[in-house]
């Protein structure tokens, strides 16, 4: 039946279903099996009828399951910033394409994790939350992940492939605990101690609006005649400061340590409230650039050679 179903219904990534008898299922295609071979044997009416009401029930478990299968759009979003070897929660969105049936007791995997959705109405759509982990950073391909059910039996597992798409994820560098004074960190002013006292009152220039920045120090006449948000940056003589240089190793495993411990130091300085200096060999990333927000230069490290 799974041949005769992949021609009628949309099932999954490549359009086939897979199937495998549960325990229970096992068990009852051995008791069936029993009653068949009985009556061969003892050419019994009532066995012949018993046996062939078993089998209509494995026919329907497999049609009704291909049914509620069918049709069923599975797509993936990212809930935040995702880091190398942590755990990363993925939004999966299941939407039932049906236009009358429902669709039960549905199952998503993704890796050993799996999320349980009970029930679909038809035009309706479920959300569950699955964690993966991302081992390599840089642009990363969504994770394999199916979508099964046992409905209506439970006597057999049948499961599709999920389609999440072609779109890639962003993966930072992974973020150790690290101590900003043992990491050859060369201070530009202030001390390590000095906590952020505010914002100075001399202006130093005026950028674009980013993720992150006051609001309240957006400058309004700018705005108006460049037709962008822009904000001020102001001076702030007692804010501590830092300069990372990254000088890349030339061993690969190296490098990779090396660019985990960067990209958890720029993440513990501006924390600590530091503004930070990124000296790439390219590029360098202003502490006007970088902000209070680090991804400038964790997306540069992510993508650091790739």
């Known amino acids: 039946h799974d041949i005769f179903a992949m021609k009628i219904f949309s099932l999954g990534k490549d359009n086939w ?17 029993f009653v068949g071979f009985a009556a061969i044997n003892t050419g019994n009416n009532l066995l012949y009828l018993t046996f ?31 880091f190398a070897m942590t755990p990363a929660p993925l939004r999966i969105t299941l939407v039932n394409k049906k236009g009358l049936l429902p669709s039960y007791s549905l199952t998503v995997e993704i890796d050993d994790k799996s999320a349980y959705v009970p029930h679909i109405p038809a035009g309706a759509s479920r959300t ?7 081992t390599g950073r840089g642009y990363n391909a969504p994770p394999p992940a199916r979508v099964s059910t046992r409905f209506p039996f439970g006597f057999f597992k049948k499961w599709i492939k999920a389609d999440l798409g072609d779109e890639r994820i962003l ?35 005026i950028k674009e ?22 904000v001020k940056e102001m001076e702030d003589s007692e804010s501590p400061g ?52 680090p991804r400038p230069v964790l997306a540069y490290l992510a993508l650091f050679g790739k």
């Open 52 to 82: 062939g009401i078993m089998m209509s029930f494995v026919v329907a478990s497999g049609i009704l399951s291909m049914i509620d299968l069918s049709r069923i759009e599975v797509s993936m979003k990212q809930t935040g910033d995702v």
């Open 17 to 33: 279903a897979r199937t495998r008898p549960t325990r229970e299922g096992v068990g009852f295609l051995a008791i069936s099996l």
């Open 209 to 230: 609006f980013a993720e992150g920045d006051n609001p309240r120090l957006i400058h309004w006449k700018t705005t108006a005649r460049t037709g962008r948000l822009m």
């Open 128 to 134: 569950v939350t699955l964690n993966h982990l991302f």
């Open 242 to 293: 830092a300069v990372i240089e990254f000088n890349p190793e030339t061993d690969e495993r190296r490098l990779e340590h090396q660019i985990s411990r960067l990209a958890s130091l720029v993440v513990e300085l501006l924390k600590r409230g530091f503004e930070v200096e990124f000296v790439a060999p390219d590029r360098t990333f202003s502490p006007a650039r970088i902000g209070r927000s």
């Open 171 to 205: 993966v930072y560098p992974k973020i150790e605990n690290v101590d900003p004074g043992s990491e050859g960190v060369r201070e530009k002013y202030g001390e390590w101690e000095v906590e952020k006292s505010g914002i100075g009152d001399d202006l130093r220039s």
